[in-house]
């Protein structure tokens, strides 16, 4: 969301009129537009998308688009004493394959999911997004698909799309490339932090389902794809109602709004988004030392894509369960006797998948059973 440049008010050299339309090529006089920047389709940019960041403000929000920085009043959106959270976060070389099919509505989703749900581990409520949006040509249209979804994801989970910036950098990017940066700001009161230390062993591990892959192991996804020669335009093999690139490109869940509830509920001891590592990385980050998981392979049915990928690799199941989500996106850890009132808060399916025993030193998985069709 580049801002137009503002005229300066006072300059040591020889006055110099500012108009908006890009200078007109003169003679041997170089020009921005020339070199592949054009000033005139980014302002446009900006007013085409400047009604979808709007759409997503709310209480808090002070003042709107336009601004050199956006200004959020965390008292005004009902917060009395609280901690600021931020993160920041890509989509990957999952972009490469949304470039090469030609389908760019669901990246704005994996943006804002992948940095929201981490956010909500700690128990805090996304308050705004900012974007970075970058590349080589600016394209309206994929533009404008990218920040509508990124708008719709915010929407869905009561974030304001704060604002961001677009960069045109011909040189750096080729073609129709394209990358994505995001940027999430949240809050949660002083006392509602949570920080897994009150995680003890007979605890249950349950289990959110993901959407398909989300945002990591894209690399070896592609490769896969690219060894085998496969199409993203043909049926996929393990969802013949969807191509290949349809169903390898299904957004990335956004678990703000279930993991909200239950965390309102006062009965969640901590959680886990299931990123890059997978399985056995990132649940281990809210265990204390001294405490391990077991995980039950057998307790959740995992999507059909995680069954191909593991067979045309072929990929090992350790090897899936350190790079793919393996069909569970978010972990949440509670004591045995409130996983009821948890699940139900959640809204969704959440079967126990594993538990918390004893361990020595620090924590670590254990899977078990864990196995591909």
């Given at each position: 969301m580049t801002l137009p440049p503002q005229p300066r008010a006072h300059c040591n050299?020889?006055?110099?009129e500012y108009r908006r339309a890009a200078l007109a090529h003169s003679g041997n006089h170089y020009t921005y537009r020339q070199a592949g920047v054009d000033i005139a389709a980014g302002n446009a940019f900006v007013r085409a998308i400047s009604g979808l960041a709007k759409a997503t403000h709310g209480p808090g929000v002070v003042g709107g688009i336009g601004g050199f920085a956006g200004i959020f009043d965390p008292k005004a959106a009902g917060f009395d004493d609280p901690?600021?959270?931020?993160?920041?976060?890509g989509v990957g070389t999952k972009l490469k394959l949304a470039i090469e099919a030609g389908w760019h509505d669901g990246v704005g989703q994996d943006l804002v999911a992948m940095c929201v749900n981490d956010l909500v581990v700690a128990g805090?409520?996304?308050?705004?997004?900012?974007?970075?949006?970058a590349t080589g040509k600016l394209d309206q249209e994929i533009g404008v698909a990218i920040v509508g979804g990124i708008a719709r994801a915010c929407g869905e989970i009561g974030c304001a799309?704060?604002?961001g910036e677009t960069a045109e950098m011909p040189g750096l990017y080729e073609g129709d490339d394209y990358d994505l940066a995001g940027?999430?700001?949240?809050?949660?009161?002083?006392?509602?932090?949570?920080?897994g230390e009150t995680i003890a062993?007979?605890?249950?591990?349950l289990g959110l389902a993901s959407s398909g892959v989300h945002s990591n192991g894209f690399s070896l996804v592609r490769r896969l794809v690219a060894d085998r020669g496969l199409r993203l335009d043909e049926p996929a093999p393990f969802d013949t109602s969807l191509n290949l690139g349809e169903a390898l490109l299904r957004p990335t869940a956004l678990y703000v709004n279930a993991c909200l509830a239950a965390v309102a509920t006062g009965k969640v001891k901590g959680l886990a988004h299931i990123t890059g590592g997978g399985l056995l990385e990132n649940i281990p980050?809210?265990?204390?030392?001294g405490l391990d998981v077991e995980i039950d392979g057998t307790a959740w049915d995992k999507p059909a894509v995680f069954d191909w990928l593991a067979r045309i690799g072929p990929v090992a199941p350790a090897e899936m369960a350190r790079t793919f989500n393996c069909g569970i996106g978010m972990a949440?850890?509670?004591?045995?006797?409130?996983?009821g009132i948890v699940t139900e808060a959640l809204g969704e399916p959440a079967p126990a998948i594993g538990r918390i025993v004893a361990g020595d030193g620090p924590s670590a998985v254990h899977l078990k059973d864990f196995a591909f069709a």
């Open positions: 050299g020889p006055w110099i901690l600021l959270l931020a993160a920041t976060d805090a409520k996304p308050l705004f997004f900012l974007d970075y949006y799309l704060l604002g940027f999430a700001v949240g809050a949660v009161e002083r006392g509602g932090l949570l920080t062993t007979g605890d249950v591990v980050r809210v265990v204390p030392d949440v850890v509670v004591a045995a006797e409130d996983a």
